[in-house]
């Protein structure tokens, strides 16, 4: 089954946290292919100092990539060791990438289209009076994204649903 959404396939502002040892490595790849610290910066567009932060934190894609092409790592190759996803300032999920075509997938981008929605900025947005449905969305993006939601409740028990923005980009991907 081919995939429909790979690390590749994800917007450069998509920010990455890969598992420890492999971010070292990495890193330690491209300091050895520039010699010295200054010069891996400029070539990657970041301080020093977010270069040490790279290590234990969030990477951005296009930093990855830049990262990549001075490496023998591949993208495919790194895409198996990610722990967490997110866009720039919002809620981290885990995933696994790829993304496969699924019932479950097809039933969240299904619902997303019917009754939600997915802002400018990729946050999901569900609503209905319907509280099945409420949960079943709900138990959807737990089963496929393990993400955090926010439930609300309005006038006239009317239900809605956030999801973090990152999963509003893998929907828009997969859908």
Known sequence: MEPLVRLGDLQDKVLIKLEDNLTKVLLK????????????????GCSVGSLYLYKKNFIPLSTLR?????????LEHVEKSIKYIKLRNGIPI???????????????????LGDGSINISG??????????????FISL???????????????????????????????????
């Not at 830049?66 to 790592?73: I, N, Q, V, Y």
């Not at 089963?143 to 609300?152: D, E, R």
Request: glycine letters at 4%; proline letters at 4%.
């Open 29 to 44: 790849s491209v300091f050895n292919r520039f010699n010295n610290v200054v010069e891996t910066g400029k070539y990657l």
């Open 66 to 74: 830049k990262m990549l092409d001075k490496s023998s790592f591949s």
């Open 94 to 112: 885990k995933i696994k990438l790829p993304l496969y075509p699924s019932s479950m997938l097809a039933a969240l981008v299904a619902h997303s």
């Open 123 to 136: 946050q999901v947005h569900y609503t209905n009076k319907n509280s099945e449905l409420i949960d079943n």
């Open 141 to 175: 993006a737990q089963k496929v994204f393990k993400c955090p939601y926010t439930k609300t409740v309005r006038k006239g028990n009317q239900k809605d649903v956030y999801l973090p923005a990152i999963v509003g980009e893998l929907l828009c991907l997969s859908g």
